[in-house]
């Protein structure tokens, strides 16, 4: 992208709902994961146990990364939500279990979107209509438009799949020019995508990659995958390892801050943001109120939600100082909202 983005998406979890959990539901879905994973320790006879890291074998990796995942499901039921248990550790300093707890997470977002899995169709949308032909003939999101996701999952990159000449994620990520806040400062051009609570993936090396590979369909071989990474993480804790890519708004790590420093540089000229599914939780809000507040432009704001999400979507959004903003609020979620400045 060589120039400044006119219109902005802000896509919070409800932009992924047919595909993956609301904070709400998370507990509940945590808990069939768990279960799930729990069939392939039952399955493998005891003669043909698949031998992993460190001397321990799958049957006996799975029992320790599902007795972790309930009690991490004790927790967010204790303390509200995931969110607010993160935030607790992030409070009082418990740096070993936040690493974990966002390992878990990375591990149980990597399962829900393991090959097989579903993709929210509303994406393919989004991308047919805001993709244009690049210079070199392949398709790229329009230079006047930028993606700013909250959310971890690889719903875009999915979408993006049947319209890039490269399946691998690696590639699909280059092609929509996909970085996280963390890695903005070192991005040479004005990004397509933004992920400001990072991903569900990890950094082997210089760029990032989806835990369980493209080419892994089998389920044994995924769960495998999962369970190396799980067990790699938890016996050699080493919170700089970037072994996930997951991230929280108030983690105050120095690259997100420069980050959002950047940020808003190449947001100086936008004037339309998009808001489809986000309930601006007040974790967030110092992020959100820098990156929004730092639109000098913005003069429309769309809202897009559910008729019952709304009327708190909108209160939410007034902790947001702005002034000379047109609001607009729309209630039918069956598509993605296409503002009429596009």
């Not at 400044?4 to 904070?23: D, F, H």
């Not at 890695?183 to 992920?195: F, G």
């Not at 983690?251 to 959002?260: A, E, S």
Request: glycine share 4%.
């Amino acid at each position: 992208m060589t120039k400044k983005p006119k219109v902005a998406y802000l896509l919070g979890a409800g932009a992924s709902y047919n595909a993956m959990p609301l904070v709400k539901t998370m507990p509940a879905s945590m808990k069939t994961h768990a279960q799930h994973l729990l069939t392939f320790r039952e399955s493998v006879p005891d003669d043909q146990q698949t031998q992993l890291n460190y001397g321990i074998n799958m049957s006996q990796a799975i029992d320790r990364y599902t007795a972790e995942m309930m009690a991490l499901v004790e927790h967010a039921e204790t303390h509200e939500s995931v969110d607010t248990y993160a935030k607790k550790l992030f409070l009082t300093d418990n740096v070993r279990e936040s690493f974990r707890l966002k390992l878990l997470l990375t591990i149980y977002f990597s399962h829900l979107q393991r090959p097989s899995a579903k993709m929210d169709s509303r994406y393919d949308g989004l991308l047919a209509s805001i993709l244009a032909k690049g210079p070199e003939g392949v398709p790229r999101i329009n230079e006047e438009v930028i993606l700013l996701n909250w959310n971890y999952d690889l719903q875009l990159p999915l979408a993006f799949r049947p319209y890039n000449g490269d399946n691998r994620m690696e590639a699909l990520f280059k092609g929509l020019r996909l970085v996280t806040l963390d890695d903005l400062d070192t991005y040479a051009e004005i990004p397509s995508v933004v992920h400001l609570n990072g991903m569900a993936t990890w950094k082997p090396r210089s760029s990032m990659v989806p835990v369980i590979p493209d080419e892994c369909t089998d389920e044994l071989e995924v769960v495998k995958r999962l369970m190396e990474h799980f067990l790699h993480g938890f016996q050699h804790y080493n919170p700089q390892e970037r072994l996930t890519m997951l991230r929280f708004a108030w983690d105050n790590d120095p690259n997100t801050n420069t980050g959002i420093s950047k940020l808003k540089e190449h947001l100086t000229e936008c004037e339309v943001l998009v808001v489809i599914g986000y309930s601006f939780p007040f974790f967030n809000r110092s992020v959100d109120r820098m990156v929004i507040g730092g639109m000098p432009q913005l003069r429309k704001v769309y809202l897009q939600s559910t008729s019952s999400g709304l009327k708190s979507m909108a209160s939410a959004f007034k902790a947001i100082p702005l002034r000379d903003v047109e609001v607009e609020t729309y209630d039918a979620v069956d598509k993605f909202m296409l503002p009429p400045e596009l």
